[in-house]
């Protein structure tokens, strides 16, 4: 059969390259198609486009780019229609894909979705989209079942692809040698994925540092920003390093972490590293999503516990002070032995290994029926 994948992000690059794995295992004559990035292609897509292209975040850079967005419209839709896929897999990334996939089942084709968009959170009002255009959607997280079950929407759990993920992952055992690290507790440092994110996270995540003489800081780079970037951050001092594209070695070695809002919150869960959860924003969007959001907690890792695991310091409350607060209370203490057994608790939560297999063989079988 043949699949056209749209991810957006690199998480969506990462999931939908287990679930490329995952349908060509299940499907021998699977010729796929994707937007996404090096991971989905060396996992053997002919990838499309790359979604170091299309992360414009915050509506200023929507509005900049927003001819580019008009074109990237046009052009998935024409490269849709060339080709003629069995089906349309949506991986997340909801502004974009929630207008392809009303565009895609106008024209007669079958819409899956994979990784839900966070309706849950914001825009609840999404879902009837999703029940008139998605023929079948595969969620990761255990209450998204319940949320749709409430707007009347049958859609199956098929639990966490990153346990499989981080399950697989070696850590390298000379990675502290090889990184020119030394032998003290490291604090790592995730400040997104996005150039935006990065500007806004990483300048005050560096305002401890001289807060914690008796550990490092590491910054973990994103696959998707040059290491020149990060230059500014960093060139006057000599208690940071950074690394690229290593990001679960890291965290396998970390004692604690800040992490930006996001997917990270719970790979750093997953390696059981205790964390400080940061997140700002310009002062617009800020005031925008505020009046929005329906959740009481940013963090993945919360949102599924149903309580605050972790510390999340949002806009105003992330300052320097407050951050060495919370992060002195993760490095050692009781405080640091909760977060640790809630993390075996969450992980339960999350449900059994192999998503992305159980994702691909449920699609097959729909397919197929």
């Not at 949002?314 to 032995?337: C, F, N, P, V, Y």
Request: charge should be positive.
């Amino acid at each position: 059969m043949k699949y056209y994948i749209i991810s957006g992000e690199a998480s969506g690059d990462l999931h939908g390259s287990n679930l490329v794995k995952a349908l060509q295992q299940e499907d021998e004559t699977a010729s796929i198609r994707a937007w996404g990035g090096d991971l989905m292609e060396a996992a053997g897509v002919e990838l499309v486009k790359h979604y170091k292209d299309l992360a414009f975040m915050g509506i200023g850079q929507i509005i900049k780019h927003l001819p580019t967005i008009l074109r990237n419209f046009r052009f998935c839709r024409e490269n849709i229609q060339e080709f003629a896929p069995d089906v349309l897999i949506l991986i997340d990334y909801s502004g974009f894909n929630l207008r392809i996939a009303k565009w895609a089942k106008q024209q007669g084709y079958k819409v899956f979705y994979y990784i839900s968009p966070q309706i849950w959170a914001t825009r609840e009002k999404r879902v009837h989209k999703i029940k008139l255009y998605v023929d079948k959607m595969f969620v990761i997280l255990p209450f998204e079942k319940e949320f749709y079950q409430r707007h009347d929407y049958k859609v199956e759990f098929v639990g966490h692809p990153l346990l499989d993920v981080v399950q697989q992952h070696c850590p390298n055992p000379n990675f502290r040698s090889e990184a020119k690290l030394t032998t003290q507790p490291i604090i790592a440092l995730l400040p997104g994925s996005r150039k935006q994110e990065i500007h806004s996270m990483l300048g005050i995540m560096l305002t401890v540092i001289d807060d914690f003489p008796n550990y490092q800081f590491v910054i973990a780079g994103a696959p998707s920003i040059a290491p020149s970037f990060y230059e500014s951050f960093i060139a006057e001092r000599n208690n940071i390093t950074l690394i690229q594209n290593k990001t679960y070695d890291l965290l396998s070695h970390s004692h604690a972490a800040l992490v930006t809002s996001g997917t990270a919150t719970l790979e750093a869960a997953l390696f059981k590293v205790p964390q400080v959860v940061c997140y700002k924003a310009s002062a617009l969007l800020y005031a925008i999503v505020k009046r929005i959001i329906k959740v009481r907690f940013i963090s993945i890792v919360n949102l599924i516990m149903d309580k605050k695991v972790v510390q999340e310091l949002i806009q105003h409350d992330l300052s320097t002070q407050q951050l060495k607060t919370a992060l002195q209370q993760i490095t050692e203490g009781t405080k640091r032995q909760e977060i640790l057994k809630d993390y075996n608790l969450l992980y339960q939560k999350l449900g059994h290994q192999g998503a992305s297999k159980k994702a691909a063989k449920s699609m097959l079988q729909y397919l197929r029926s």
